[in-house]
């Protein structure tokens, strides 16, 4: 379990607020109406993923999340079987370890349908922070290790910011380098500015423009 110093305030804010019994209400709901009503299309894309490709239709990896505690994340699988373990990150739009149905469920944020199920076993918010891989919260100072205390989602400020990030990265002659000393840093920014406005205006906000911009 990660304590970071300077908690004892943001306690006070974050708990104290009747607006997150709400908005994991809302979470619950979102969740239990969407695995349902999108079960069907659940299977079909995985139908698509086991014959376009050797390996499981789900991914899943190892992710921090609040108070530092690790979880496993649920994708629909895009990469190649083991092909996450040659490089972290995703590089480009044309990455050779991503598989054709793989391309497509990246495009429209399909293969993070699955964390539906998270958010429902309570790992995840629709809205928060993206949680990282453990070698990247390595990296965090006291200050960034703040955002810990939050729930991490599906979407937040940053995914609509970064949505092209793979490209933005393709451009960079150290891709990994730049993601940790440049682009982390702005998305504990962005987080921290969700979490210290945290009410339901925002939370649908973010949730109506992350669906806006997966069809533009």
Do not use: W
Not at 45 to 56: R, V
């Amino acid at each position: 379990m990660i304590q970071p110093a300077p908690l004892s305030n943001l306690k006070k804010v974050f708990f104290g607020n009747r607006v997150f019994d709400v908005i994991r209400f809302l979470d619950v709901l979102i969740s239990v109406v969407g695995l349902i009503v999108l079960s069907p299309f659940f299977l079909f894309i995985a139908l698509l993923i086991k014959c376009s490709s050797k390996g499981t239709v789900i991914f899943s990896q190892q992710r921090v999340g609040k108070n530092g505690t690790d979880f496993t994340l649920y994708k629909f699988r895009t990469m190649h079987a083991d092909a996450a373990s040659k490089r972290s990150i995703t590089v480009g739009n044309h990455d050779n370890r991503i598989t054709s149905v793989g391309y497509f469920l990246r495009r429209f944020k399909l293969d993070e349908l699955p964390q539906l199920y998270n958010v429902l076993k309570n790992d995840m918010s629709i809205v928060g922070p993206r949680p990282e891989l453990r070698r990247y919260v390595n990296f965090y100072d006291n200050s960034q290790l703040e955002i810990l205390l939050i729930k991490p989602g599906i979407t937040d400020y940053a995914s609509i910011l970064f949505r092209n990030e793979n490209e933005l990265l393709a451009m960079k002659a150290d891709p990994e380098k730049y993601y940790i000393e440049n682009i982390i840093p702005i998305k504990i920014r962005l987080g921290k500015k969700y979490t210290n406005d945290k009410n339901l205006k925002n939370y649908f906000g973010i949730i109506f423009k992350t669906v806006m911009i997966i069809f533009i």
